[in-house]
């Protein structure tokens, strides 16, 4: 059996006659929305003609046999693709792709046909391939992708197919792709270029304090630096950068940073160093389990594009801004000169002190642990004297007064789940933009001028269906949360709201009723009758009538205020009509007009 060790295999030929596994020792399927609808997007807008390629990556395998592929590494991605090929109806074998011990997998993948419908759903099904399908159609909806241009675009996107050497130990050559730190990413690449460029062993060590501190984004900045540095960096209670630093240079100064080497190493050797002390010790003094309470919504890479395209009061919101595929291009003018790497070092402490405070986070604890909730803090210092003994420790308050913070955490949590992917998140540019200009900017006019901006730009009174984009419902329901609506027992900045993760259209009277008559497309696709929810509880309201919904679904009914209001009304009228419909499209379309 002769083994190639590097392939070039197109997307669209990747299952005809050619059978994958996945062995035990991987995890199940894992990719959610964002990935998914990253990788189509990709795609997409990567094949724009006949002549153009595009490469995803690598996909390590172990050749078992003569067609037959023991996956290493790139599982989720290729799981991805083979939905994706069902769902554009792409004709291979049921078990070109298949789990070694997982049967709901299987079987869920094998009922897969070739129209990327599945004919039975039940409990014996694996529903994170139920979601994956459900996404993907989903994006293609809202998107209003052409699904054989699209099929058409797979031809010139290629995988490059790699094969381990033979006799290799399979469980270890994986533990070791998966190891952290097995190669440098790009933005530690950016790091090592920026260092460089300082002016000497002091700069650098502080260069580095900044970056790495920064870059643990799950617990507020401040704790993240020893205590040493925390209390020459910051105010004393520990809540904004002390008034002494106004530049890198004034970081030097106040950190006084020895410098006891006897010889030059080289950056990269520094960072290979550092990585290593790190991943055995956190840098910082962070409280216990400080890092598992909080989880901010962008990755450090991400931040980074972040605070670089804020420095252009008029091009935040420019295409490519926060690509990452362009993450090094975006960032080259930050190693051109001495100057620009401490400007941007500090412009990277600074808004990062901003973004902790005045940027939503995820937060997880009490009755929350597990869920999570929406969360708008900022760090202050308390001092514990329980013990008999003074401790500092950090302490989390509300931002703002109580009105505005729930507000603006309301407001910010829209835009959240609205724009998903981090390459669309200019509104926390437009946000960080303002606050380095002035501390005390209205984030709150800010942003809702943002909002009512794309509401106007959507063109929503004209449009239905998928053709809807979700910055209207989802601003509908902040400015139901944040007015109230008597007339609907809608209750004004409610405490026990807040978003969740929805992208799912749901018509409210079913597309495909059981026991109902099947409604014509103007009404069923009218504004009124529809309403957004989480992907995997559409599969559960799918072909439910109105009153079944109401009556039976009341956690999903709570998830969107415009949903309740639609359920309030089959309450008191106990039926769904075409002319209640058009009564709420009519609602519901004079308060985002007089927003």
Not at 297 to 320: A, C, V
Not at 351 to 363: G, Q, T, W
Not at 378 to 396: I, Q
Not at 446 to 464: H, T
Request: proline fraction near 2%.
């Amino acid at each position: 059996m002769e083994q190639e060790q590097l392939k070039k295999v197109a997307v669209s030929d990747i299952f005809i006659n050619t059978n994958f596994i996945i062995p035990i020792y991987q995890r199940n399927y894992s990719w959610k929305e964002k990935e998914i609808e990253q990788l189509i997007e990709d795609i997409d807008s990567s094949i724009q003609s006949p002549n153009s390629s595009y490469f995803l990556g690598n996909l390590i395998v172990n050749q078992k046999e003569s067609r037959l592929y023991e996956v290493v590494d790139g599982q989720q991605r290729l799981t991805t693709l083979f939905i994706l090929q069902r769902y554009l109806s792409t004709i291979f074998a049921r078990d070109a792709l298949c789990f070694e011990a997982r049967e709901k997998s299987n079987r869920t993948l094998s009922a897969l046909d070739d129209t990327g419908k599945l004919d039975i759903i039940d409990e014996f099904f694996s529903s994170e391939i139920l979601d994956g399908l459900k996404i993907i159609s989903n994006y293609f909806g809202k998107k209003q992708l052409d699904r054989n241009n699209f099929k058409s675009k797979l031809k010139n996107v290629f995988l490059i197919q790699v094969q381990v050497p033979q006799n290799i130990d399979l469980n270890h050559y994986f533990e070791i792709m998966n190891t952290r730190g097995e190669q440098l990413e790009l933005h530690e690449i950016a790091k090592a270029k920026i260092l460089e460029m300082l002016d000497s062993t002091e700069q650098r060590k502080v260069g580095a304090i900044i970056w790495d501190n920064c870059s643990n984004m799950d617990s507020y900045v401040q704790m993240n630096f020893k205590k040493e540095y925390r209390e020459k960096i910051f105010t004393g209670d520990w809540s904004s950068l002390d008034k002494k630093v106004t530049s890198f240079e004034s970081i030097v100064n106040l950190l006084k940073i020895q410098d006891n080497s006897k010889e030059e190493k080289s950056i990269l050797e520094i960072l290979g160093q550092e990585k290593i002390v790190q991943d055995k010790k956190p840098s910082g003094e962070t409280e216990p389990n400080e890092d598992e309470r909080f989880e901010s919504i962008l990755s450090f890479p991400n931040f980074l594009l972040q605070i670089n395209s804020s420095k252009n009061d008029n091009l935040y919101e420019m295409e490519g801004n926060l690509d990452d595929k362009k993450f090094m291009l975006n960032l080259e003018w930050t190693w051109k000169s001495s100057i620009n790497a401490k400007s941007f070092l500090f412009l990277l402490l600074k808004s990062r002190v901003l973004f902790d405070k005045y940027i939503v986070k995820r937060e997880f604890a009490r009755d929350y642990k597990d869920t999570g909730k929406w969360s708008l803090q900022r760090l202050e210092k308390y001092t514990d004297t329980t013990k008999g003994k003074s401790n500092d420790k950090p302490n989390y308050v509300a931002t703002f007064s109580d009105r505005i913070n729930k507000q603006l955490r309301t407001l910010q949590s829209c835009l959240r789940i609205t724009y998903t992917s981090p390459k669309t998140m200019h509104w926390i540019t437009l946000a960080i933009q303002n606050l380095l200009k002035d501390e005390n900017a209205n984030l709150t006019t800010i942003l809702e001028n943002y909002c009512s901006e794309k509401i106007k730009n959507s063109g929503f009174e004209n449009e239905s269906g998928f053709a809807i984009e979700r910055i209207v419902f989802t601003y509908l329901d902040y400015l139901l949360y944040r007015d109230g609506n008597t007339k609907y027992d809608i209750k004004k900045l409610s405490e026990d709201w807040q978003f969740q993760f929805r992208n799912s259209i749901e018509h409210f009277y079913p597309q495909n009723p059981s026991e109902l008559e099947k409604w014509e497309k103007p009404h069923l696709d009218c504004f009124g009758n529809l309403a957004l929810i989480t992907t995997s509880d559409n599969s559960k309201f799918s072909n439910v009538t109105p009153l079944a919904k109401v009556d039976t679904y009341k956690s999903i009914i709570d998830q969107s205020l415009k949903l309740m209001i639609m359920a309030k009304m089959v309450k008191d009228n106990h039926s769904w009509t075409k002319e209640m419909v058009e009564l709420h499209k009519d609602e519901m379309f004079e308060i985002l007009a007089g927003n």
